[in-house]
């Protein structure tokens, strides 16, 4: 359960910085589109592993993470496409990059060691 709260403490955090991202690019930079793209997929990984923390059953659990992982997977692209629009700075793309880095290895490990308990 304690690595469970990490990732939701980590995937919460990163979900403001993604809200605080999208706001900077719809203001300041103009950008709608994309910045709406990554706001919705920033945002839904930690809705869906909040919603995995109230699963029905593993099986339950393990299909919200999964959800989340895809979620983190797209948010990969688009910070991606943001960064090669030339929309982030080298280091603001670092930063962003290295804390979805690190959310898709948590989950990765978090599904793989709840299937491994699951058999």
């Not at 999964?66 to 670092?94: C, M, P, Q, R």
């Amino acid at each position: 359960m304690a690595t469970q709260s990490v990732v939701g403490e980590k995937s919460l955090a990163f979900g403001k910085r993604i809200a605080k991202c999208y706001r900077y690019l719809r203001d300041k930079k103009k950008e709608t589109v994309m910045s709406k793209q990554l706001l919705r997929s920033g945002t839904s990984i930690g809705a869906n592993v909040r919603e995995g923390l109230y699963a029905q059953s593993r099986k339950d659990f393990i299909s919200k993470l999964n959800i989340a992982l895809k979620e983190a997977g797209e948010t990969d692209y688009w910070l991606d496409v943001i960064h090669s629009a030339e929309y982030f700075t080298d280091d603001e793309f670092n930063s962003l990059k290295s804390d979805n880095d690190e959310l898709l290895k948590l989950l990765t490990s978090i599904i793989k060691t709840t299937k491994t308990k699951e058999e």
